[in-house]
Every structure is written in structure tokens, then in C-alpha cells.
């Protein structure tokens, strides 16, 4: 019989460990070596080699003028590099291939650059559907449901919001045509501003036949420490999204995708 044993294999990168966990619950203050060595009950001797590993590496710095140790851009980066656009696509299909199986509908996966969304994924259904997209496909944020989830959950104010109303590049059509006057440029920030009041209050953003004739979406938007790195969608002819069914496919988003998500994303 196996005995199974609680203790670390290599204390010393436990210990590292440990310190790195300490120094991210106390934020940008940081702690002294005596503080982190008393909240880890070990001796300071121990616990200033495991600072200099970390320091080695990035993962913790020291303050020049407290004294403090901090962590480090090392310790901060992992998870921006862990959740990259790069990555995304990977680890998020099996959740977008279960999405569209329960719901029958055609998925998108976008990310923000810049003022414009850009599908990362894509998931079709069994059936044939009348939707056109491709996976690198751009389009102005603030007038696909997508997003409008991510502006909604990334502390957007109506200032920014007028430079993505106004913003078009690499191809993609601005949001207001160059020939706007003051007065409908002013109106479009208005409508995208009500967007995304209202995506911020149900949890999701919705966009009817706005980029392309015919065609909704409804979306919502993956948190990480409550701000949206990137979102979610369910596209069909407008036909079928009645506001009864968008509701449904909202819940259906909240059943299938939660399990389904890495580590440290959520939804609203």
C-alpha cells in the first residue's frame, strides 16, 4: 500500500511558491522579509534565499526606497501570456464546439484590437445556416454584439467610446461614415453608449442586423478579474432571435460555457 504524504517534494521551490502567493495577496504595498516570514512561518534567513530566486527570475522585486518585496512583471505575466490571443483559440473550441452542439447556432470567439473585434474562432452547426464570417475577420467593436460585451466589461466611458464610434481601419468600415455631421456622430455615441448600459446590466450584448442585413447576435463577454479579455457569440438570421429566445440563449450560455472555461475566466 502507497502512503500518500502531504509535504512538499522540494521544499525549496515550495517555499518559493508560497512567497510568490503571499506577495499577490498583499497587492502593490508589498511586505518586508520579516512580515512574509512571519505570515509563512519560517525563519528569515529561509525565506530571503526564496526572494532572491524569485527576484532572479522577475517574479518579485524589491522596492528601493521601503524595502518592500513586490511581486514582480514576471509573476504578472504569466497569466496575460497564459491567455493570449494565441491561446485562446485552443483551450476555448471544446467550450464553442459544446455551445453550438446545445444550441444549434453558429459561435464566434473575438478579442479587441484596437477599435475593432476580431474572430478568433468559429463554430458552425450541423445545419446550414445563411451567415457568412471568417476566423481573422474584422469589424467595428461597437457594432457587433461581441464587442459591445467586451466594452461593456473593460470600463469603457463615453469619451472612449466616441473614438471607437468613430475609429475604421485595415479595411474595416468606421462605425459612422467620415461625412457625419456633429449632431449624428453625437447620436451614434448615444446609441452605442445605451448598448452598452444595457449589456452591462443583463450580462450580455445583443446586436440586430447592425453588421450585416439579416443577421443577430447575442454575446457575452470571459472575465478575468472582472474585466473582459475577450467574448463569446451566438449568430442566426434575425428571424429567429426573438428577444424570448435571445433570453434562452443567454441561459444556455451560462449552463454550457462556465465548466467549460480556463482557469480563472468567468461571466458576468
Known amino acids: 500500500m502507497t502512503e500518500t504524504s502531504s509535504a512538499s517534494p522540494v521544499e525549496s521551490v515550495d517555499r518559493a511558491l508560497l512567497a510568490l502567493q503571499a506577495l499577490a495577496r498583499a497587492g502593490g504595498r508589498g511586505l518586508t522579509l520579516a512580515e512574509l516570514a512571519s505570515s509563512l512561518g519560517l525563519h528569515k534567513t529561509t525565506v530571503h534565499r526564496a526572494l532572491q530566486a524569485l527576484r532572479y527570475r522577475g517574479f518579485a522585486v524589491q522596492d528601493a526606497t521601503s524595502g518592500h518585496y513586490i511581486l514582480g512583471p514576471s509573476a504578472t505575466l504569466l497569466a496575460d501570456d497564459f491567455l493570449s490571443d494565441e ?13 453550438s452542439g446545445d444550441v444549434d447556432e453558429l459561435v464566434h470567439l473575438g478579442v479587441l484590437s484596437g477599435p475593432h473585434v476580431v474572430y478568433l474562432d468559429k463554430v458552425e ?12 475577420r ?3 467593436a461597437v457594432r ?12 469603457t466611458d463615453r469619451t472612449a467610446l466616441a473614438g471607437y464610434v468613430r475609429a475604421g481601419e485595415e479595411g474595416a468600415a468606421a462605425s ?3 461625412t457625419a455631421t456633429a449632431t449624428e456622430e453625437a447620436a451614434a455615441v448615444e446609441s452605442a453608449w445605451a448598448a452598452l448600459e444595457a449589456a452591462r446590466a443583463r450580462g450580455y450584448a445583443t446586436e440586430r442586423e447592425e453588421n450585416e442585413p439579416g443577421i443577430s447576435c447575442v454575446a457575452v463577454p470571459l472575465l478575468r478579474s472582472g474585466s473582459a479579455i475577450a467574448a463569446v457569440s ?5 428571424e429567429r432571435m426573438t428577444t424570448e429566445r435571445l433570453g434562452w440563449l443567454h441561459g444556455r450560455m451560462r449552463a454550457v460555457l462556465p465548466e467549460l472555461l480556463p482557469a480563472g475566466l ?3
Open 138 to 140: 474584422r469589424s467595428p
Open 176 to 178: 459612422v461614415p467620415s
Open 125 to 136: 452547426p450541423a445545419r446550414p445556416v445563411r451567415v457568412w464570417s471568417a476566423v481573422g
Open 144 to 155: 457587433t454584439a461581441l464587442g459591445r460585451a467586451l466594452l461593456a466589461y473593460r470600463g
Open 234 to 238: 451566438l449568430t442566426a438570421p434575425a
Open 266 to 268: 468567468t461571466l458576468p
Open 87 to 99: 491561446n485562446l483559440p485552443l483551450m476555448l473550441h471544446p467550450a464553442l464546439v459544446a455551445l
